[in-house]
T-cell receptor, first 115, second 113 residues
């Protein structure tokens, strides 16, 4: 049973380019979450999605960031016109659909570097 | 506004001794608390959790204590092993806010052989 899969592991972009980060949840999990970790800080919640629905995007920056979790395929976190401040580790997590289980299973993350 | 704080950036202990990692929170609405362990270049891994209706939860070498009146929790690891060396994150949530965990800044634990 594969864990949460994220790709790419490392992504280098120049300022103004677009970054696309992918996440496939664990088998049987229908809830996906994106977190961001800036250097020397803890993880910060960005967005919570279920299939074809954004449930909570209260942690997403108002501009340039978007997320989706289509009916088929992985969840995508998209950052348009990247700036140096977007450099961070982006972690995806998933959880099963039932219960009040707050335990999340995290992927290994995508390290985004903006030059 | 840091709602979950880990005031010790690092901790060093000798193998076999007890490691105590501390965490403070400010939001009294938090009712579920978790500890995650993170190795370099990997994602956080769930370690242990505790509901606010309890004051202690134990799993093998790991015990989490919750003091609601002080808004404080701690993770005890005994005996500590070199493989425990990692960054430990405390996290808190409010029931119903599924998946929205508020993390502390992390404490780097080094267990010396």
């Amino acid at each position: 049973n594969a864990g949460v899969m994220q790709n790419p592991r490392h992504l280098v972009r120049r300022r103004g380019q677009e970054a696309r980060l992918r996440c496939s949840p664990m088998k049987g999990h229908s809830h996906v979450y994106w977190y961001r970790q800036l250097p020397e800080e803890g993880l910060k919640f960005m967005v919570y999605l279920q299939k074809e629905n954004i449930i909570d995007e209260s942690g997403m920056p108002k501009e340039r960031f978007s997320a989706e979790f289509p009916k088929e395929g992985p969840s995508i976190l998209r950052i348009q016109q990247v700036v140096r401040g977007d450099s961070a580790a982006y972690f995806c997590a998933s959880s099963p659909p039932q219960g009040v289980n707050e335990k999340l299973f995290f992927g290994s993350g995508t390290q985004l570097s903006v030059l | 506004d840091q709602q979950v704080k880990q005031n010790s950036p690092s901790l060093s202990v000798q193998e076999g001794r007890i490691s105590i990692l501390n965490c403070d929170y400010t939001n009294s609405m938090f009712d579920y608390f978790l500890w995650y362990k993170k190795y370099p270049a990997e994602g956080p891994t769930f370690l242990i959790s505790i509901s606010s209706i309890k004051d202690k939860n134990e799993d093998g070498r790991f015990t989490v204590f919750l003091n609601k009146s002080a808004k404080h929790l701690s993770l005890h690891i005994v005996p500590s092993q070199p493989g425990d060396s990692a960054v430990y994150f405390c996290a808190a949530s409010i029931s119903g806010n599924t998946g929205k965990l508020i993390f502390g800044q992390g404490t780097t634990l080094q267990v010396k052989p």
